[in-house]
């Protein structure tokens, strides 16, 4: 059994900024690939940002130059640093990371970006 538990969402002004944490835990032998989704009320979930074990990102065009992902190995832990934010950034957030015994979830954090 692995579980993920997030971090770091809540109200933010447009411009501020966020830091999102995601740790797992449970029977892991290795991870491999980590990212970050959102769902917005009324839209597909979608990529934000993923990296890979080694450590190659990919990005969400919409959130490039904004938002920088990262990894801890040692605790099992991605981020997601979230600059410059937008009022369409609003939405629940997602972690995800795929493991030896599968692909599992958070979850979910809310951002709201909103004066």
């Known amino acids: 059994q692995v579980q993920l538990v997030e971090s770091g969402g809540g109200l933010v002004q447009p411009g501020g900024s966020l830091r999102l944490s995601c740790a797992a835990s449970g029977r892991i032998l290795s991870i491999y690939g980590m990212g970050w989704y959102r769902q917005a009320p009324g839209k597909q979930r979608e990529s934000v940002a993923r990296?890979?074990?080694?450590?190659?990102?990919n990005y969400l065009d919409a959130v490039k130059g904004r938002f920088t992902i990262s990894r801890d190995n040692a605790k099992n832990t991605v981020y997601l640093q979230m600059n410059s934010l937008k009022v369409e950034d609003t939405a629940v957030y997602y972690c995800t990371i795929v493991t030896d015994s599968g692909a599992y979830w958070g979850q979910g954090t809310q951002v709201t970006v909103s004066s």
């Open positions: 990296i890979t074990s080694g450590g190659s990102t």
